[in-house]
């Protein structure tokens, strides 16, 4: 069974930061692309950051310059740091595999609320 498990959220003040980490396991984290997600309350889900198997990352346009996805394949394991946070920044943050053995996969979700 696939188990994707976030850590690391909190209460932070605005211009502070955070490292999240997605722990996996039931995949070929080798060969498996992954994303970082977040929803705020009443709003949609938007795509944060993606990041190939290889390590290569991209980001949406908001987030770029403060956040930085990486994988650490000794440990199967997705960070994302997160720097300069601001009130827009507080959500709900899941873990996400695309697309593995026919579905999409989310962890539980980690709170970050980023104090004004």
């Known amino acids: 069974q696939v188990h994707l498990v976030e850590s690391g959220g909190g209460l932070v003040q605005s211009g502070g930061a955070l490292r999240l980490s997605c722990a996996t396991s039931?995949?070929?984290?080798?060969?498996?692309?992954m994303a970082w997600y977040r929803q705020a309350p009443n709003k949609e889900r938007e795509l944060v950051a993606t990041v190939t198997p290889g390590g290569s990352a991209n980001y949406t346009d908001s987030v770029q310059g403060r956040f930085t996805v990486s994988r650490d394949w000794a440990r199967a394991a997705m960070y994302l740091q997160m720097s300069s946070l601001t009130p827009e920044d507080t959500a709900l943050y899941y873990c996400?595999?695309?697309?593995?053995?026919?579905?999409?996969?989310w962890g539980q979700g980690t709170q970050v609320t980023v104090s004004s």
């Open positions: 039931g995949i070929n984290f080798k060969i498996t692309p």
């Open positions: 996400n595999v695309p697309w593995y053995r026919g579905r999409t996969y």
